[in-house]
């Protein structure tokens, strides 16, 4: 398992000293249904960034929930891990559902 | 914005005549009027806002301006349609929007300000927000089903302006020094212009006998301590209570809403019945 799963650099969220910091912004558009990533805002303080993220990406569409997370809180894998992390998974077919039949009528799967 | 200039463009109306309101028959039907006058703040203040598109300090706040614009002037719409009806002269929104003069219009002056630097558009906003929620929490038990319809749906919008623009004056004034310098002069140059949004008159008293209007005065001491508490944790001080312009319910507006007005009419003026 490679050991590099820093948190990624708070630099990076923070271009130039008069820049805000970044956040990520995760949108929920149906109850069960997951937050997926819809993108990025600017913003000061938690109150603010949930007041973008509402303003960017949730005021057209049907969003039920919005998660708003500061960029360097997030972990990412490196592009070098692809191989290690992700590979494998592509010849053992049987780790894949893809076997079972899906019942009618199930949505969200 | 020159405070000196907002004075000047006010002693019109202190010396001056009456308003010309016969030219539109307002006197005649009160609920007309009284509707115009909702609607006219938001007609107003949402083009106001939408002069921000393109040029707000960040992208977020870009769209969050233009999408209190339109929030706006969506509830603008479908208050001039619904006056309109209630007129009963075949006048439909656009004909109430576009084909008014500014001495037609019966917004609080506050809203036709011109929008100066960016702690004036929060600043004001705020202030009318803070006093928007409360105004539209009383017209959702309207006896006008319509108008009650219509509160309904902007005040989810209104509670979120002020959510807004509430954390933005915190924000400019408990920010840097030059932030907080620039939010407390908008605060002394806006707070006369708040006095007016508190005043009722005989249209406002014959919509509240109706069950459709609203005792104004009465909200004043609520909308204080919203506006006291954010400033407080704004850093911000509260201005003295003192020169109080109005006229804005009387057709009587500054030198600024006729600018305005000639920008904003000046395509459908130039192009009736355009549609795009």
Request: aromatic letters at 8%; charged letters at 25%; glycine letters at 8%.
């Amino acid at each position: 398992m490679p050991n590099d799963l820093s948190p990624v650099a708070t630099d990076g969220a923070r271009s130039a000293e008069t820049q805000w910091d970044l956040w990520e912004v995760f949108t929920q558009e149906g109850a069960g249904a997951p937050h997926e990533h819809a993108g990025s805002v600017h913003a000061t303080t938690a109150e603010h960034a949930m007041q973008n993220a509402r303003d960017v990406y949730a005021r057209r569409g049907k969003v039920v929930s919005l998660w708003v997370v500061p960029t360097g809180a997030i972990v990412a894998s490196a592009p070098s891990d692809a191989g290690p992390l992700f590979d494998p998974g592509n010849d053992k077919a049987y780790r894949h559902p893809q076997f079972y039949k899906t019942p009618r009528g199930a949505r969200g799967l | 914005m020159s405070r000196e200039s907002e004075n000047g463009g006010n002693d019109g109306w202190v010396a001056g005549a009456r308003p010309a309101t016969a030219t539109s028959g307002v006197a005649q039907n009160p609920f007309f009027e009284y509707l115009l006058r909702l609607a006219d703040d938001r007609l107003v203040l949402g083009h106001r806002l939408s002069e921000w598109c393109g040029h707000a300090p960040i992208l977020e706040e870009d769209i969050a301006l233009a999408n209190i614009a339109l929030d706006l002037i969506g509830q603008a719409s479908m208050l001039l349609k619904l006056a309109g009806e209630v007129e009963g002269k075949g006048r439909n929104e656009d004909a109430l929007a576009y084909f008014r003069d500014a001495i037609e219009f019966r917004n609080a002056q506050l809203v036709e300000l011109p929008n100066g630097d960016f702690a004036v558009t929060i600043v004001r906003q705020f202030l009318f927000d803070a006093w928007d929620v409360l105004v539209l929490e009383r017209l959702t038990a309207a006896s006008n089903q319509a108008l009650a319809g219509i509160a309904a749906k902007a005040l989810k919008e209104a509670t979120y302006h002020l959510r807004h623009t509430a954390e933005w004056v915190r924000m400019l004034g408990d920010g840097t020094a030059e932030s907080r310098a620039r939010a407390q002069r908008a605060l002394d140059d806006l707070w006369p212009y708040t006095a007016e949004l508190f005043l009722g008159d005989a249209i406002d008293a014959e919509a509240l006998a109706s069950g459709s209007g609203v005792d104004v005065e009465s909200l004043r001491s609520r909308w204080r301590q919203t506006v006291d508490q954010v400033l407080e944790d704004a850093t911000l001080t509260v201005p003295k209570d003192g020169f109080a312009p109005r006229g804005g319910r009387v057709g009587r507006h500054t030198e600024h809403l006729g600018r305005m007005l000639a920008d904003m009419q000046s395509l459908a003026r130039a192009h009736p019945g355009a549609a795009w």
